[in-house]
């Protein structure tokens, strides 16, 4: 398994800002996962990160929008730009448990953000 | 569109009953089957999967594949207070995309 460390926990920020989250694993892995949960909704994939090449976006989600950094194995930040309150959700980072397919996943604690 | 379907809830179920969740989805040609535990405020963790038709026990927990009627099931045996979250079902389609289900709240009274 792995312990996998994402901060803010939560934040409450103004419309038009940016706000960063941070995830540090505690074992190399490949593929690190962004996912958001809308209140009462269910997750929804935002993009693949794979170091040293550029975050794999799902539909619906822009690079401008969730820029996403990978600099080594174990941290990747995805950003939530320019936000709205549509922005409110619980954003989660997670890896994949040894299965390889991105299927079996460990995640974060969470960060949920509220936008004014 | 790939869908997976749950009933969103709440189910409740005294404490020592069977408590039985259950998920369709859409894509007939999905391999790869899980549920996961999100408990109110926390992350989902991944408590069961299932590649093959019929039933997979681990511990309290039965998952029941049926990859002909497209449904795949989660029962949990004595129900305790502490199973009470929501359970996530989550489908890897035959694109390899995994496509997760909005979830069905589970409350065990005790």
């Known amino acids: 398994s792995a312990v996998i460390s994402q901060k803010p926990s939560r934040d409450i920020c103004q419309r038009g800002t940016s706000l960063t989250i941070q995830c540090q694993v505690d074992?190399?892995?490949?593929?690190m996962f962004w996912y958001r949960q809308q209140p009462g909704q269910s997750l929804t994939l935002i993009a693949t990160a794979n170091q040293g090449s550029e975050a794999t976006y799902e539909s619906g989600f822009v690079i401008d929008k969730f820029p996403i950094s990978r600099p080594n194995l174990t941290f990747s930040t995805l950003t939530v730009s320019n936000m709205s309150p549509e922005d409110s959700s619980i954003y989660h980072c997670s890896v994949d448990g040894g299965g390889g397919a991105g299927e079996k996943l460990f995640f974060g604690s969470g960060t949920q953000l509220s936008v004014l | 569109q790939k869908e997976v379907e749950q009933n969103s809830g709440p189910l409740s179920v005294p404490e020592g009953a069977i408590a039985s969740l259950n998920c369709t989805y859409s894509d007939r040609g999905s391999q790869s089957f899980f549920w996961y535990r999100q408990y109110s405020g926390k992350s989902p963790e991944l408590i069961m999967s299932?590649?093959s038709n019929g039933d997979k026990e681990d511990g309290r927990f039965t998952a029941q594949l049926n990859k002909a009627s497209q449904y795949v099931s989660l029962l949990i045996r004595d129900s305790q207070p502490s199973d009470s979250a929501t359970y996530l079902c989550a489908v890897r389609g035959s694109n390899y995309q995994l496509i997760w289900g909005a979830g069905t709240k589970l409350i065990i009274k005790p």
């Open positions: 299932i590649y």
């Open positions: 074992s190399q892995v490949t593929m």
